[in-house]
């Protein structure tokens, strides 16, 4: 990878230990509709949109609702998610991450945040992050969620780089599948199985040298 000018983060389970909590509220809703809801069926609601991940649940469940209750039931986990979040600290950062950002903010490359959340502003500020970022593209600012590539593209517009000379990095596999169709280079954060088709994959930052990767 060289070249390169921006990195782009996602946010809930690459900097911060969220993506437990979004599977916690989802958990608890899913146990009220009666629905079998497993860490495995949990994957596929990685970076996907707050309605869309009710959709994927009620159809595991073989469940049709009209849209008031879908909204009234997604409204429902939201508040259990806040109430987790609200409770957040610095340990709920994942390891390696705040050296590993400080490093990029001493060089010369940008940093953006590629994430579908509409809470993101609420975590980054909880958490004193917000001033890392050159950009911020969150769930509030985009139509077409992941794999759709439109969170990244309008990353690397706000910091007028091209799409070839950022690095994404992800925990989900809608959110590779979305660096790869934004023509973006991909890091992977978690499972080699689940994140094949990133470029490379860690199971952390603790594991990243951010230089050896530019070689
Ligand atoms: C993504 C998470 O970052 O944000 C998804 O990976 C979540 O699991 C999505 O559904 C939307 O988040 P929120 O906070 O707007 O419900
Ligand atoms: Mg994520």
């Known amino acids: 990878m060289n070249n390169i000018k921006a990195i782009i983060f996602d946010l809930d389970g690459v900097l911060v230990d969220t993506a437990k909590y979004h599977y916690l509220a989802w958990k ?30 009620l159809e595991i469940g073989s469940i049709t609702l009209d849209n008031i209750t879908k909204s009234d039931l997604a409204q429902k986990k939201n ?31 940008k940093m953006a945040l590629g994430s579908a959340s509409k809470n993101s502003m ?25 794999p759709d590539p439109e969170v990244f593209l309008k990353g690397a517009e706000a910091l007028k780089v091209l799409p070839c000379q950022c690095i994404v990095f992800e925990d989900a596999e809608a959110g590779v599948e979305a660096a790869i169709s934004a023509g973006m280079h991909c890091i992977g954060i978690g499972s080699e199985n689940i994140l094949k088709k990133a470029d490379l994959v860690f199971s952390g930052f603790t594991d990243i040298v951010f230089d050896k990767l530019l070689l």
């Open 28 to 57: 608890k809703l899913a146990d009220e509709l009666n629905i079998d809801f497993s860490v495995e069926d949990n994957e596929r609601l990685k970076g996907v949109s707050r309605m869309q991940s009710l959709d994927i649940i």
């Open 79 to 109: 508040n259990w998610y806040v109430e987790y979040i609200t409770k957040l600290t610095p340990d709920d950062i994942l390891p390696g991450v705040i050296p590993f950002i400080k490093s990029i903010k001493n060089s010369n490359i």
């Open 122 to 146: 609420l975590i980054l500020n909880k958490l004193n992050l917000t001033n890392y970022f050159d950009a911020i593209i969150d769930g509030t600012k985009v139509s077409k969620a992941k």
